[in-house]
């Protein structure tokens, strides 16, 4: 049985989604089913059915993921065990979507041509949902916003960028008086259940600002779309590009924002630890070259 095929299916059963199963996995949905079907023959009956546009896991497939994740981990260790090295195996990392577009390619590319024994799962997800599973063993490290509460020491970070927050705005807007803009015009909210949604409400508190709440969102590119069609503004963290191809919206600076702090999160006990600290060493040399600070 192959152990990448097993990979695939856990990686099915995590996201719920054909789609984000191959960009985590570099692979075509094609690809990815043609994987779950060689298995499902090999075990003997169906792991995974289509509920409307999610894929969602049998009895039998969820019998087995146990195991299946503890076979995956084993033979990661055997491999790097066997070639006597810190930087071969499969490393488990969750990374926020923006980071996924704007950092994660060029890390990607450094790992690929300096450690190519590393072996990435990506896996996409907000930072609430990825610290909670970092903390659950089932990530070995993540890419996320730090959050407002002081975390365990038995956790390490490394910050890796700090993002002010921008007040955006339709490109045919006149005002540009941020505190004025954000009482008068349609106000596209930042979700507050999102770490960074609350660097927004912690900033309009302190400024006793109440806007005209329009819609409460939490994608950040999805509101930065609905501004540059003119639906309202909005106040983001400035993250890495790539933007949303073809918006064109007015970015002002705010004097005084608070920042949105992105940074690398691991345990500082692991048996993966020598493979997380050989995959940081590449994210921190990728973000001082990319003069990220």
Known sequence: MDTRFLQTLLTVAETGSLTRTARALNLTPSAVMQRIKVLEGEIGAPLIHRSGNAMCVTAACAAILEDARFVVGTVSHIKAAAAGRQDVGLLRVGVIHTVLSGLMPDVMLAL???????????????????????????????????????????LEWTQ??????????PRETAESDPGLLL????????????????????????????????HELDSIEAITILVHRGLGVALIPDWLPPWPQGVDVRKLPIVDAPKRSIGLIWPKVSRRQPLVRAFADEVLWVAARLGID
């Open 112 to 154: 690929q041509r300096n450690r190519p024994g590393i072996e990435l799962y990506i896996l996409p997800g907000t930072s609430t949902d990825l610290y909670a599973k970092l903390a659950a063993g089932e990530l070995d490290t993540a890419i996320i916003v730090q959050p407002a509460f002081a975390m365990p020491k038995t």
């Open 183 to 214: 009482k008068t015009e349609p106000f596209i909210r930042y979700d507050r259940n999102h770490w960074g949604g609350r660097v927004v409400e912690q900033y309009l508190r302190s400024k006793r600002i109440v806007p005209r709440e329009f």
């Open 160 to 169: 890796l960028r700090q993002e002010p927050l921008l007040l955006i705005t």
